[in-house]
């Protein structure tokens, strides 16, 4: 199978195809990135590259998602996102490549991340309204988004489980004299050094507290849950997947 990784040059990039040597059924069709390098084998020009192509990887930039989907879709490769900070217009641009090719978008490609997603679901639904639920994250310096496309992700989860729009209870960071809204689901914020990624969501109740979390200490997760899905979502009818999907856990929660 034929990958194409978008942003082969950034951090993630550099991961994934270091891991690629993992997965025998997958084999490099381009790195693309905004520049040429030919030392490290780094091309430009995404459809040139999508040609004979079975899937794309992207991790590079919010700005190019809408375009790279088209593409995608136009030469039908299906496609997984794990770039984050994604704008509102990328769900419609995600819902008509889907009509052509399986599209998947996972701000969290790591197994662990895609369980705590599934815990945090099935803890909203059972856990009375009276529990407030605060979601807190921390990364590395660099991070250019946030809070993270994970946070917002156990955000959605948390209130999928509850049965409420997360755009009606998506907080807002608390500075100043602004008290809690009741239902509210809070956010909180740490930037700083190599921290790969941590993830806490804390339902506080009157007198008790529960805590599901999750702690990334090498980046090297988020490449092989990525070419894990890249793999699994190659072949797959044209339509929306999740991360979920390939480890079957919808049936277990
Ligand atoms: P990075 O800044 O190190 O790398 C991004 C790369 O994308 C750079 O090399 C940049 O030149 C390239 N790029 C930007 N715009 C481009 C374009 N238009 N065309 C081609 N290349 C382009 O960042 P990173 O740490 O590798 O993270 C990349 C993205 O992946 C971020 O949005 C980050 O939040 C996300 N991320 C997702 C997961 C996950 O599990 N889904 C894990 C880690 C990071």
Redesign the pocket.
């Known amino acids: 199978m034929r990958v194409v990784i978008?942003?082969?040059?950034?951090?993630?990039?550099?991961?994934l195809r270091s891991t690629l040597d993992e997965f025998p059924s997958l084999e490099l069709r381009a790195a693309?990135?905004?520049?040429a390098d030919a030392a490290s084998g780094i091309t430009?020009g995404?459809d040139a590259a999508l040609v004979g192509a079975h899937v794309m990887i992207d991790?590079?930039?919010?700005?190019?998602t809408v375009?790279?989907l088209e593409s995608c879709a136009a030469r039908g490769v299906a496609a997984l996102v794990?770039?984050?900070?994604l704008g509102p217009e990328v769900e419609a641009a995600a819902a008509a490549a889907a009509r052509r090719i399986p599209v998947l978008i996972?701000?969290?490609?790591?197994l662990g991340?895609t369980l705590l997603v599934e815990l945090v679901r099935a803890a909203a639904r059972a856990l009375p309204s009276e529990f407030d639920i605060e979601i807190a994250e921390s990364h590395h310096r660099?991070?250019?988004?946030a809070p993270?496309?994970?946070a917002l992700a156990l955000g959605r989860a948390a209130a999928a489980g509850r049965g409420v729009a997360f755009d009606e209870v998506r907080g807002t960071a608390r500075e100043g004299e602004m008290p809690r809204r009741a239902g509210e689901i809070g956010f909180a914020v740490t930037r700083g050094g190599d921290i790969v990624?941590e993830h806490a969501v804390v339902f506080a109740g009157a007198g008790e507290r529960v805590s599901l979390g999750h702690v990334a200490t090498d980046?090297k997760i988020?490449a092989r849950?990525?070419l894990t899905a890249a793999s699994w979502l190659a072949g797959k009818a044209a339509g929306r997947y999740e991360m979920s999907d390939i480890i079957g856990l919808k049936s277990i929660i």
């Open positions: 978008v942003g082969a040059a950034g951090r993630m990039g550099r991961e693309i990135d905004r520049e430009t995404l991790f590079s930039s919010p700005q190019t375009a790279n794990g770039t984050t900070g996972a701000a969290n490609t790591s991340v660099h991070k250019k988004d993270s496309g994970t990624g980046r988020f849950g990525a």
